[in-house]
Nanobody, 119 residues
Framework: QVQLVESGGGLVQAGGSLRLSCAAS????????MGWFRQAPGKEREIVVR???????DYADSVKGRFTFSRDNAANTWYLQMNSLKPEDTALYFC?????????????WGQGTQVTVSS
């Protein structure tokens, strides 16, 4: 059974940093299968970063230059380093994975970790 478990969320002041982690179990995912999403109250879920088949990192415009994706292959874990956080980054953050790297849908989802940025 595949499970994704996020951690690392919390309350931080504007300008601060957090690092989210996503630990996968049940199978190993390639980098192109991975992604981070977020959903703010009253808003639709949006993608934060996805990884293309050729390894390109596609960040949402709102986080470019501030957020960084990385992974630890040995630990089957991926990360989202978030710097220069803004109040508008406040959201429930999810890691997700596609069953197949060439697919469009993310079949596996974590439970989410709350990030709250105070002004």
């Amino acid at each position: 059974q595949v499970q994704l478990v996020e951690s690392g969320g919390g309350l931080v002041q504007a300008g601060g940093s957090l690092r989210l982690s996503c630990a996968a179990s049940g199978r190993t995912f390639g980098t192109a299968n991975m992604g981070w999403f977020r959903q703010a109250p009253g808003k639709e879920r949006e993608i934060v970063v996805r990884i293309t088949m050729n390894g390109r990192l596609d960040y949402a415009d709102s986080v470019k230059g501030r957020f960084t994706f990385s992974r630890d292959n040995a630990a089957n874990t991926w990360y989202l380093q978030m710097n220069s956080l803004k109040p508008e980054d406040t959201a429930l953050y999810f890691c997700a994975a596609k069953a197949n790297a060439w697919g469009r849908a993310y079949e596996y989802w974590g439970q989410g970790t709350q990030v709250t940025v105070s002004s």
